[in-house]
């Protein structure tokens, strides 16, 4: 009896804070930092889980102090499991391993294969309406991994790089014209690679096409340097990779799915034929909204872009055709 009455009490604690839930696995950099700026927004409690003992309960509860500085009422969980997560609206998946000196491109998508695979099955046996986000590298391969291990419609299993990738060029248009990034939008579809296509033509500030306001080198120069974004981070770092725009990037999808804003955004996505390109997660603009992806937006490509996006694609199914190999050598 006193058992049951205490599931009650949490049951009804649960109901009474009425806010949507957010489960964040993986609570290292990125994950932590997600978990930090979605907190600040105040509108959805967040689970944090990771394998490491200690490190989610940590850093859950070092965010429930800034509560009081910030003002959020935000309740921050951290979890070695996933009975904390169940229900949850979003999963953002950021687990895995970096590559480590000496460890081949294989060995690393073989790690993060396994756990990106074995995080989705718990996640989806819980929060079986969940929308999931993917984050976890190489990015466009491990949606594929995620996709097939959940089972879901492919609205519902996205991946965070575009929004990431556009956030960079849009930094870098900024810099160069000396203008507000507020005014400054930016698209880059693709893959999350060095084969992403930065698409110039399409991002302006105010509504001018960058090509018309800077010469071909140095429109040149800077989608290069998005291209090589995170690279250029991680020689500077030295020991880990980017994590503030990734987990910012994080919660603008985050933010359009839960308040149902319908955000053109670029995303990972399975791709049934759209820009002629079959079974593959690769960054398109869709719309984002409360059900995950609201529609794809085609646009008409040169021929030259069509070509670029139809080579990151190929990047991807290399790391498609590379996880069968494993797979089968399993
Ligand atoms: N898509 C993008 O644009 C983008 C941007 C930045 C980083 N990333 C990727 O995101 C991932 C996370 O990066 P990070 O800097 O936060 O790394 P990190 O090492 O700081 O964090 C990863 C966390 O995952 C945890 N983890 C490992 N296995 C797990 C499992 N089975 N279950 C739960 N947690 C597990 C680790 O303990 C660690 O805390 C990396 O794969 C990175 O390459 C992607």
């Known amino acids: 009896m006193h058992h049951d009455a205490t599931k009650c009490e949490e049951r009804s604690d649960t109901m009474a804070s009425g806010r949507r839930k957010v489960t964040v696995v993986g609570a290292g950099m990125v994950g932590g930092t997600a978990a930090q700026?979605?907190?600040?927004?105040?509108?959805a409690d967040v689970v944090l889980v990771?394998?490491?003992?200690g490190l989610p309960q940590g850093k859950s509860l070092d965010l429930m102090q800034a509560g009081p500085l910030f003002g959020y009422d935000t309740k921050l969980t951290g979890a070695n499991s996933y009975d904390e997560t169940a229900d949850s609206d979003v999963?953002?998946?950021?687990?895995?391993?970096?590559?480590?000196?000496?460890?081949s491109r294989d060995d690393l998508l073989k790690t993060n294969m396994g756990i990106v695979r074995s995080v989705t099955e718990q996640i989806v046996s819980v929060s079986p309406n969940a929308v999931i986000i993917v984050v976890s590298n190489p990015l466009d391969a491990m949606c594929h991994v995620a996709f097939d291990a959940a089972g879901f419609p492919r609205?519902?299993?996205?991946?965070?790089?575009?929004v990431l990738d556009s956030a960079r060029f849009r930094t870098f248009i900024?810099?160069?014209?000396?203008?507000?990034?507020q005014d400054v939008s930016a698209f880059v579809l693709g893959g999350h690679g060095d084969t992403m296509v930065p698409l110039s033509r399409y991002s302006t500030v105010a509504g001018i096409p960058i090509t018309e306001l800077l010469p071909a080198d140095r429109v040149k120069a800077l989608e290069e340097r998005t291209a090589n974004g995170g690279a250029e981070i991680i020689g500077m770092l030295k020991t880990g990779s980017a994590y503030h725009a990734p987990g910012t990037s994080v919660v603008e999808m985050i933010d359009a799915i839960l308040l149902d804003?319908?955000?053109?955004?670029?995303?990972?996505?399975?791709l049934k034929g759209e820009y002629g390109i079959e079974d593959?997660?690769?960054g398109v603009p869709i719309k984002l909204g409360a059900d995950g992806v609201e529609q794809i937006l085609t646009l008409n490509l040169t021929d030259a872009e069509s070509a670029a996006l139809k080579k990151s694609a190929?990047?991807?199914?290399?790391?498609?055709?590379?996880?069968?190999?494993?797979?089968s050598e399993a």
């Open 174 to 181: 900024a810099m160069e014209l000396d203008v507000s990034v």
């Open 50 to 53: 990771d394998i490491v003992e």
């Open 314 to 327: 190929s990047a991807v199914q290399d790391l498609i055709a590379a996880m069968e190999r494993i797979k």
């Open 261 to 270: 804003k319908n955000r053109v955004l670029p995303c990972s996505i399975y």
């Open 91 to 103: 999963v953002v998946i950021t687990s895995g391993i970096a590559r480590k000196p000496g460890m």
């Open 37 to 43: 700026i979605l907190a600040q927004k105040d509108y």
């Open 155 to 162: 609205e519902r299993v996205i991946g965070m790089a575009g």
């Open 280 to 282: 593959t997660f690769v």
